[in-house]
C-alpha cells in the first residue's frame, strides 16, 4: 500500500488549494482516506475522511465548509479541495488508511499507512 500526497503550495489568504492523494498497487476504492495535518511544534490532526463502501465523510470543525474531500475512482485518486485558507490552515498534509475495507476516522493512532506529506503555506 502506497499513498502519494501532493498539490500543496504558498497561497494567499483567502485562496485555494487542492490536494491529490494518489494510491499505486492497490485499488483506492475500497480503503477509507483521512487527511491529516501538522503544523511545526504541534500534533498531528485529523481533518477530513472519507470512507470505503457507503462513502461516509467527517470534517474537523476547524476546516468545515471550507474544505471538501472527494474520491475519482477512475484516477484512483482522493482529493482536498482547501478553499478559503487561513494562515492557521499552514501546516505539513498528510493522506493515510487504516486499510482494506475501512471506516472513516480522524484518529491518527488508527491508520496504518501514510504517505509522504506535502507543505501548504498560507501566507501574504
Known amino acids: 500500500v502506497q499513498l502519494q500526497a501532493s498539490g500543496g503550495g504558498l497561497v494567499q489568504p483567502g485562496g485555494s488549494l487542492r490536494l491529490s492523494c494518489a494510491a499505486s498497487?492497490?485499488?483506492?476504492?475500497?480503503?477509507?482516506i483521512a487527511w491529516f495535518r501538522q503544523a511545526p511544534g504541534k500534533e498531528r490532526e485529523g481533518v477530513s475522511c472519507?470512507?470505503?463502501?457507503?462513502?461516509?465523510?467527517y470534517y474537523a470543525d476547524s476546516v468545515k465548509g471550507r474544505f471538501t474531500i472527494s474520491r475519482d475512482n477512475a484516477k484512483n485518486t482522493v482529493y482536498l479541495q482547501m478553499n478559503s485558507l487561513k494562515p492557521e490552515d499552514t501546516a505539513v498534509y498528510y493522506c493515510?488508511?487504516?486499510?482494506?475495507?475501512?471506516?472513516?476516522?480522524?484518529?491518527?493512532?488508527?491508520?496504518?499507512?501514510w504517505g509522504k506529506g506535502t507543505q501548504v503555506t498560507v501566507s501574504s
Open positions: 472519507i470512507s470505503s463502501g457507503d462513502g461516509t465523510i
Open positions: 493515510a488508511t487504516p486499510g482494506y475495507r475501512s471506516y472513516c476516522s480522524l484518529n491518527r493512532y488508527g491508520m496504518n499507512y
Open positions: 498497487g492497490f485499488t483506492l476504492n475500497y480503503y477509507a
